[in-house]
């Protein structure tokens, strides 16, 4: 039997999330974890050395200065980087050596929301027993039970700043390119969402020939996703078609999501990115066990693309960290989720929405055929998602009635269908998602089942 999962109070899915200025995302609250990671991957005989990235997002100088000073306080030393995607963060962390990286970022929510998530030494994710650890240390800390968490006045760490690291970044991007390749004479749209990757984004995509239409590239503190990118793809849509480009490509806040919009100004999510690249990777023999790693939230249509051509889909929870963990347990190399995390192991440790749109340029170039074509590969299944907030998250096992119209929908739906109910894991949400063959009808059973779960979980 699996051992239960340590117990966190503050870390979630997606590591630390909040209102920026409020517990738990204040600057005290920072100045401790930058204290506890330092005393955490500090090396014997060596000082330590933690990266430190953000997006753009007002909050983000508040916490980088925090997190600096607890650092820097516990002895190590400091790399900041400024803005770059949370997967530059995590390749120069790696790259550079060093002992931990911070990344300074809540994604794709509103500029008042931040959030501080954690690569070890290799670019990974922490895994929950560390994540539980460090918040055991910063409670010892802030009850003045340790005492390695500050050291004397000559053994203070000190701060350095990485001046090329968009540069690094950008290289490590352009290797992952087939080199033979170009895409000269390609017309690109690339929203940025105002967020992390307004600088290299547009770079990567001209260095290697396209034309480029830059969107939400003025980023000033506060427009951080704020009706563009990843989640807005209608305005890269819009754009697509007013310039009759080839593809447009949505990023979110930090960058380890992309939504694409084909040349006819067409939506195509992250299952269908999974279906294109998955399946030209098992064409080529380089997909593990024919394999494409998703959640449980990944459609259907996803899952029988791939059976038609002999390959299969693992689901996992919600969540790259839990898709990036099947991945390396199996010795799988390919997988993500529809929101847009487009995760290729052989080339990063995390979801690269940059990577992702440059492997799919790889293919339109090689195939000579448009996004729109090459999306038809996977037929999608009609999906409803109903999303609504919870006072409380009482597990759905301990909701008789809820079980029962979740029961219902699934005798209802039988083989041609799927239901799925959760609680997010980064907000005070639930979710129930249904999908099959019929709209009205899972619409019907959609709502029910939010009914009365929503009736079981009020104050």
Do not use: W
Request: proline share 4%; net charge negative; hydrophobic share 40%.
């Amino acid at each position: 039997m699996t051992a239960p999962a340590p117990t966190r109070k503050l870390f979630g899915t997606d590591g630390i999330r909040g209102v920026a200025n409020q517990e738990p995302m204040t600057a005290e609250m920072a100045l401790r974890l930058g204290r506890a990671v330092a005393e955490r991957f500090r090396r014997p005989g060596r000082r330590g050395r933690i990266v430190i990235g953000k997006d753009t997002r007002l909050s983000g100088y508040m916490l980088e200065s925090a997190l600096e000073a607890g650092i820097v306080a516990a002895g190590a030393d400091v790399m900041l980087v400024g803005p770059l995607p949370t997967p530059g963060i995590a390749f120069i962390t790696s790259s550079m050596r060093a002992d931990a990286g911070v990344v300074i970022s809540a994604s794709h929510n509103p500029y008042q929301d931040n959030g501080i998530k954690i690569f070890a030494s290799d670019g990974f994710k922490l895994p929950d027993e560390v994540e539980a650890d460090l918040e055991r240390r910063m409670e010892e800390i802030a009850a003045g039970e340790t005492s390695g968490a500050s050291v004397g006045a000559d053994e203070i760490g000190k701060a350095t700043r990485i001046e090329d690291a968009v540069g690094r970044y950008l290289q490590s991007l352009k290797h992952a390119f087939p080199r033979q390749k170009t895409l000269d004479g390609m017309r690109v749209v690339v929203d940025c969402a105002n967020g992390a990757a307004y600088s290299v984004a547009p770079q990567v995509f001209a260095e290697l020939g396209a034309e480029v239409i830059s969107v939400g590239v003025d980023p000033d503190g506060r427009n951080i996703n704020d009706g563009c990118g990843a989640l807005f793809p209608e305005n890269a849509a819009a754009e697509v078609r007013r310039t009759r480009a080839e593809i447009g490509i949505s990023l979110d806040g930090d960058a380890d999501r992309i939504i694409l919009t084909d040349e006819r100004g067409q939506i195509v999510d992250g299952d269908h990115i999974m279906a294109i690249l998955g399946m030209r990777l098992m064409a080529r023999g380089a997909l593990p066990h024919s394999t494409v790693v998703g959640t449980v939230m990944s459609n259907l249509g996803l899952e029988r693309a791939l059976a038609g051509q002999g390959g299969q889909l693992l689901r996992t929870a919600v969540g790259d960290r839990y898709v990036v963990e099947a991945m390396r347990d199996k010795g799988l190399v390919f997988g993500g989720e529809q929101s847009g995390h487009i995760i290729f192991l052989d080339h990063a440790t995390t979801g690269d929405g940059v990577l992702a749109a440059l492997q799919v340029l790889a293919i339109m170039v090689e195939d000579g055929k448009p996004l729109s074509e090459l999306a038809r590969c996977m037929t999608r299944y009609p999906q409803v998602l109903v999303n609504f907030k919870v006072a409380k998250k009482v597990p759905i096992d301990e909701l008789p009635t809820v079980k029962k119209a979740i029961a219902q929908a699934e005798s209802a739906l039988g083989s041609d269908g799927r239901v799925v109910v959760r609680y997010s894991g980064t907000e005070a949400k639930a979710r129930v998602m249904i999908e099959g063959l019929d709209q009205q009808m899972i619409q019907t059973h959609a709502d029910e089942i939010a009914r009365v779960l929503q009736k079981s979980v009020s104050v």
